[in-house]
């Protein structure tokens, strides 16, 4: 099982995963767990009804907006990186966090290297299973790397030219 | 030009701090060499046939003399004691050893220079107009924007793992100077009827294996929303632009086959769903920027110089290198003057250390300390008196930069190809060579007008073959280095496509075949048309004819 880690505060920590993932032909566990959509769309509505807490895996090609009418009601979602390279998941990570509204969880997994901590953490991402056996010190430096930024984002950092502004 | 804050040095000097730690690391053995390849590629930093490369970016063309004394310093200390300048007006340094990379980014850094975002999937370099600045028929300063865009795309968290690389453009004037038609996206900026300055937006042009001419998608786009519409144009690529395979990637893929009314709409919906004051600059921070790019105390002269042109009457060289490598100033009195980066039987593009040493000094001395790289790989100063211009010259011409070619048929377009880079089948080099020796005499090219010949050593078409008037393609034929050739392109306002003439010749074979296509053209001409306007009236039919006689 990855590690999980958390980013909070400025900060990251290994965290405790409370949250089992399932996959699409496995039996149902006890316990809180995350799904995918399609199989979410059959199960999920009832196992929240149950008092579970349910997450949602998106697939990359899986637009975030299909969450919309089931935000409410979930606990996490994760967004996947099939790999490194297929950055589908800012763009969504963004549309969550800053247009939909999402508040809870939203973790990074697949091929998810702390060479992306900084990109992440800028999209909203607020958990991470590093698939590079980073440590959470190795996050923690690598979302400081630059002292400032040129664009705003879901991270809320004040943009160069807002710091321009101020001075 | 616009110089460097406190915050964009602090940007440069993290990001050099951040790729020593990486080589560091690698020099050690810490990582693999598939681990550090994408960091490294990050920084401008290929594997090519015989060393590393470093890919300089120049931003939108734009060089101080202090940043091209250090780009010098770099290629003497660390290469082989000179340059190449690309299409993309970047800089590649091709004998660079792993070890030195971060001193060499820290001396860049040092100047405002750097190698951000010249390679990976990304927001590439800005293009901007050369002329920006100098050029009378501009509407605004296009690197103003180029500059708003280079902010704004720097390290950009959503934008920097996009189905493919990714490259934008810039003009100001109705004459394109900057081959807008044939990047991802286009921006020309027009005043429109009111008066006011406002983007026409063209997406989805490329060359490459699939080439195309960019469509335009918004023919009035009010310039304070540019940032949010370029976020919308790019998240919708980032989200539906092809990842499974690499050769369908680019947004021009994606753009034909949406149609571009359809893709338009995906990018309008998207635009009016999103916050657009939190994408789009203030107005203060664009008057800062501007301010960066404010016209520098001209002097008020007459537009027309005595001692020059009685220096001109004097010299049948320096008035030939008027007619072809000057353009005309906004300011009365002064001349764009064009640095050849194309001396006959030379490498196009290169440029030797103590060239530039030589071409910054002259940039302090009469230009405003200024230098510009345009795209055809030649460089130019851009503010200079013409009454500076015969000692601009007799400076220029004893260190080879002033030949007098500018758009001539020696002028030619060639990427490092198979003598430097991994992907190309064919050299491109010893080709471009060839043809310019072949025209060599100044008569017969100024006879021959404008003619523009660009050479690509693979189907990636980094030498624009696809927009040559006359484009040159290499390919390999069973090991051997054959060149497939095509009429009638244009990477300008006028923007079309090239067409393929016939069957691959081999290397031996081009020259000469270029002398009988420009036989027809002079042949066929009429009045006052160019080599490409003849080939659009006639077609190519009497050009293959000639140029393939023998075969029959």
Same mark, same amino acid.
């Given at each position: 099982m990855p590690m999980l880690i958390n980013w909070r505060a400025g900060a990251a920590t290994v965290a405790r995963d409370g949250f089992v993932t399932l996959a699409d032909d496995a039996p149902l566990t006890d316990g809180d767990i995350i799904l995918s959509w399609p199989r979410f769309q059959a199960e999920g509505e009832a196992l929240i009804a149950q008092g579970r807490k349910v997450g949602v895996r998106l697939a990359s090609s899986e637009s975030a907006e299909i969450l919309a009418p089931v935000l409410d009601g979930l606990s996490l979602v994760a967004l996947e990186f099939p790999k490194f390279r297929d950055g589908r998941a800012y763009s969504s990570a963004r549309l969550l966090r800053e247009r939909m509204g999402w508040g809870g969880e939203l973790r990074a997994v697949g091929d998810v290297l702390v060479e992306q901590a900084y990109l992440m953490i800028r999209c909203g991402f607020d958990a991470f299973e590093p /698939?590079? /056996?980073?440590t959470p010190a190795d996050w923690t430096a690598a979302a400081a790397r630059f002292a400032h930024v040129y664009q705003r984002a879901a991270d809320h950092r004040a943009p160069a030219f807002a710091e321009r502004q101020g001075a | 030009m616009y110089l460097y804050d406190d915050i964009d040095r602090q940007m440069l000097a993290d990001r050099a701090q951040e790729f020593r730690a990486q080589c560091v690391r690698r020099l050690a053995g810490e990582i693999t060499e598939d681990q550090f390849k994408p960091l490294r590629l990050m920084n401008g930093l290929y594997l090519q046939l015989h060393a590393y490369m470093l890919r300089v970016a120049i931003p939108y063309g734009t060089l101080s003399a202090d940043q091209l004394r250090a780009l010098a310093h770099v290629a003497r200390t660390y290469d082989k004691g000179y340059g190449h300048f690309t299409t993309r007006t970047n800089l590649q340094l091709h004998w660079i050893k792993l070890r030195d990379a971060p001193d060499i980014l820290d001396h860049l850094a040092e100047v405002g220079l750097h190698a951000i975002q010249t390679s990976g999937n990304c927001i590439r370099n800005l293009t901007a107009d050369p002329y920006a600045g100098a050029a009378g028929d501009e509407v605004d300063d296009s690197r103003v924007w180029a500059e708003v865009i280079r902010q704004w795309s720097t390290f950009h968290p959503e934008f920097s793992y996009l189905p493919r690389k990714f490259k934008i453009a810039v003009t100001a004037s109705p004459t394109d100077r900057a081959a807008t038609r044939i990047y991802d996206i286009g921006l020309r900026l027009y005043r429109d009827a009111d008066g006011e300055l406002a983007f026409e937006v063209g997406v989805g042009g490329g060359l490459g294996r699939l080439p195309y001419i960019g469509a335009v998608i918004r023919e009035r786009l009010p310039v304070r929303h540019l940032l949010s519409y370029l976020q919308a144009i790019l998240r919708v690529y980032n989200l539906h632009g092809r990842r499974d395979n690499i050769h369908k990637a680019r947004i021009k893929v994606l753009v034909a086959g949406l149609g571009p009314e359809e893709f338009s709409r995906q990018v309008e919906a998207e635009w009016e769903a999103s916050d657009k004051a939190a994408v789009d600059l203030p107005h203060a921070e664009l008057a800062r920027i501007r301010a960066g790019f404010m016209p520098m105390g001209f002097e008020a002269l007459p537009a027309a110089s005595r001692r020059f042109e009685a220096a001109k009457a004097d010299s049948r060289a320096l008035a030939r290198f008027a007619r072809h490598n000057l353009a005309p100033h906004k300011q009365p009195g002064y001349a764009i003057v064009h640095v050849s980066l194309k001396a006959i039987g030379e490498t196009p593009g290169d440029c030797s250390a103590d060239q530039m040493d030589l071409v910054a000094d002259l940039a302090d001395r009469y230009s405003h300390g200024e230098i510009r790289v345009a795209y055809e790989q030649n460089l130019i100063l851009?503010?200079?008196k013409l009454d500076d211009v015969p000692e601009v010259y007799a400076a220029l011409d004893a260190a080879g930069l002033a030949t007098p070619n500018i758009a001539l048929i020696s002028d030619i377009i060639a990427c490092p190809g198979l003598d430097y880079c991994a992907l190309a089948n064919a050299r491109a080099i010893p080709v471009a060579q060839d043809i310019a020796r072949r025209f060599a005499d100044p008569e017969v090219a100024e006879r021959i007008g404008e003619l523009k010949i660009k050479i690509s050593?693979?189907?990636?078409?980094c030498g624009h073959h696809h927009v040559g008037h006359i484009g040159i393609l290499g390919v390999d034929k069973k090991g051997e280095e054959y060149y497939q050739l095509s009429l009638g392109g244009s990477g300008e306002g006028d923007a079309s496509i090239a067409q393929i003439l016939g069957p691959a010749v081999p290397a031996a074979r081009v020259a000469p075949f270029i002398d009988d296509l420009v036989g027809v053209y002079l042949a066929e001409r009429r009045d006052g048309e160019r080599f490409l306007d003849t080939v659009r009236r006639t077609g190519l039919a009497p050009f293959k004819a000639a140029a393939y006689a023998d075969a029959h």
């Open positions: /698939a590079d /056996a980073s | 851009p503010h200079v050593g693979c189907i990636n078409a």
